[in-house]
């Protein structure tokens, strides 16, 4: 078989829709694949037919140009398919099931994937702990914007859905699991929120949305959301969140009329690198929204950071912002006994109890971050409209999976 449609980045800006090769169970070389990968065969891996693969604000770092990332670089780590061809050594799935994949790439064989720290496997990529599909230097795997992609430790790292007829007609709300609902969640749960907790999420984006309903699902009282983006408030809105307008007053003021106080019980940082100051067209100031977090956060509090974080960024503010050194107020989260969880979200950790809880109705996630389906062709408007501010999760349908599939 040859021939497969798939996104890739071209410059900063601009992405296409191009045809690559059909993928193998053997790594081939390609713009970002490390040179010590190619030729990495991979017995242990199957090849989906894509059924839904989504647009996310970290890809969307690169598109600015605000990574290393190569040309023809092939986008794309949220992924959600069915199983076309499997490899020689997978035992525990069929032709035909229906998966969803976890943006990590992991051994399961490394001390860190044993001890569920799959964001850190060992063995995956040759530059640093962690890999993932389509992105500047995480080993060169290959991106799952397309309608085929190969996945190495299938039987490690796929989530099966038990039934493939009930997974298509939830397969929205389903394909939210590969990443932003249990980044979210990570966000959450790391932040300490819980029953009767007061959660305040940094970013309206799809990761921030998705903290919020995290929060919401954990029993936080009120969870709060801010942003400077008026319709992705509106959406936090939608939900049943509490907002604040970042570029309309002091933060601790707006959540002071809102709880009484002007502190939370636990903090999500959905934001990352590319944070603006708070107010009215405010510029990049990368430590903005960590700095924010301490001071608002109650002593004894926690933050959780799913929001992206680089060790090298081009369009950087200055000098310390483009190798990833920022001006952090630790002595303010030192002095207040804060603790912080950064990193990759460990999806595994997470993946199934929310899909169960997808299943059984008991979150509706595709409504929380407004997904939206469009086909592989409209990737490039997709993205240009995310840049925009768009209020929206885009999700890519190769083969035409979710023609009449609505959100639950």
């Given at each position: 078989m040859s021939g497969n449609r798939a996104v890739a980045y071209l410059k900063p800006g601009t992405v296409e829709v191009r045809t690559i090769d059909h993928p193998t169970l053997e790594l081939?070389?390609?713009p970002g694949v490390a040179p010590e990968n190619v030729g990495r065969k991979c017995r242990h891996g199957v090849i989906l037919k894509v059924l839904a693969t989504n647009i996310c604000g970290s890809d969307q770092h690169m598109v600015r140009g605000r990574t290393t990332a190569p040309e023809g670089l092939v986008l794309g780590h949220e992924i959600t398919g069915e199983i076309v061809e499997r490899g020689p050594d997978v035992e525990a799935l069929e032709v035909g099931d229906v998966v969803s994949v976890p943006f990590n790439i992991a051994c399961g064989r490394c001390r860190n994937c044993k001890e569920r720290?799959?964001?850190?496997?060992?063995?995956?990529?040759?530059?640093?702990?962690?890999?993932?599909?389509?992105?500047?230097?995480?080993?060169?795997?290959v991106g799952g914007q397309a309608e085929f992609v190969m996945v190495p430790y299938a039987d490690f790292n796929l989530l099966r859905f038990p039934d493939p007829d009930a997974a298509r007609a939830k397969l929205l709300d389903l394909t939210m699991l590969s990443d932003i609902f249990p980044t979210g969640f990570h966000g959450a749960v790391t932040s300490g929120a819980g029953v009767g907790s007061t959660v305040y999420v940094a970013g309206a984006g799809p990761v921030g949305l998705a903290a919020a309903a995290s929060a919401q699902l954990l029993g936080a009282a009120v969870v709060i959301v801010g942003d400077l983006n008026a319709e992705r408030l509106a959406q936090a809105r939608s939900f049943g969140c509490e907002t604040v307008d970042l570029t309309a007053g002091s933060l601790e003021d707006q959540i002071a009329q809102i709880l009484g106080e002007p502190e939370v019980d636990a903090a999500v940082d959905a934001v990352g690198f590319e944070a603006r100051a708070h107010g009215e067209d405010s510029p990049e100031a990368p430590a903005t929204v960590l700095n924010a977090l301490m001071g608002v956060t109650r002593a004894g509090g926690a933050l959780g950071i799913p929001g992206l974080y680089v060790t090298d960024d081009p369009g950087g503010v200055d000098q310390d912002a483009r190798a990833g050194t920022?001006?952090?107020?630790?002595?303010l989260g030192w002095a207040k006994s804060h603790r912080f969880t950064t990193g990759q979200c460990p999806v595994m950790q997470y993946h199934h109890a929310l899909m169960k809880a997808i299943l059984h109705?008991?979150?509706?996630?595709?409504?929380?971050?407004?997904?939206?389906?469009?086909?592989?062709?409209?990737?490039?408007?997709?993205?240009?409209?995310?840049?925009?501010?768009?209020?929206?999760?885009?999700?890519?349908?190769?083969?035409?999976?979710?023609?009449?599939?609505?959100?639950?």
């Open positions: 081939q070389d390609g720290k799959t964001g850190i496997c060992l063995n995956v990529n040759p530059a640093r702990p962690g890999a993932a599909y389509g992105y500047v230097d995480m080993g060169g795997w920022l001006k952090v107020r630790l002595g109705e008991k979150v509706q996630i595709a409504k929380a971050v407004n997904a939206t389906v469009i086909g592989l062709e409209d990737a490039p408007r997709g993205y240009a409209e995310f840049d925009q501010g768009a209020s929206r999760k885009y999700v890519l349908d190769p083969h035409g999976a979710l023609a009449g599939v609505r959100a639950i």
